[in-house]
């Protein structure tokens, strides 16, 4: 089994999902994987904890497509 971390939630601090070691993304396809919705201003997802809004990126590679959390907006 690889080696996963938790990817704190921006505004609180709280877990939002498990990842793999040195790879922060979601993968859709994984049962266990959290959902990521769309709405008009992009991916995103729901602390679990705190409930806010958490903008997340799509990525797109050779195996497939997946969702990182995005920088913060500057």
Known sequence: MLPTHDVPC???G???YS????????NPGAV???DVHVDNAGFY???PK???RVAMERVG???GTYYVRAAPAR
């Open 50 to 52: 705190c409930r806010r």
């Open 14 to 16: 709280a877990a939002l």
């Open 45 to 47: 997802m729901s602390c």
């Open 61 to 63: 590679s050779d195996q």
């Open 19 to 26: 990842a793999v070691s040195l790879d922060d993304g979601i």
């Open 10 to 12: 921006p505004h609180c």
């Open 32 to 34: 266990e994987s959290p």
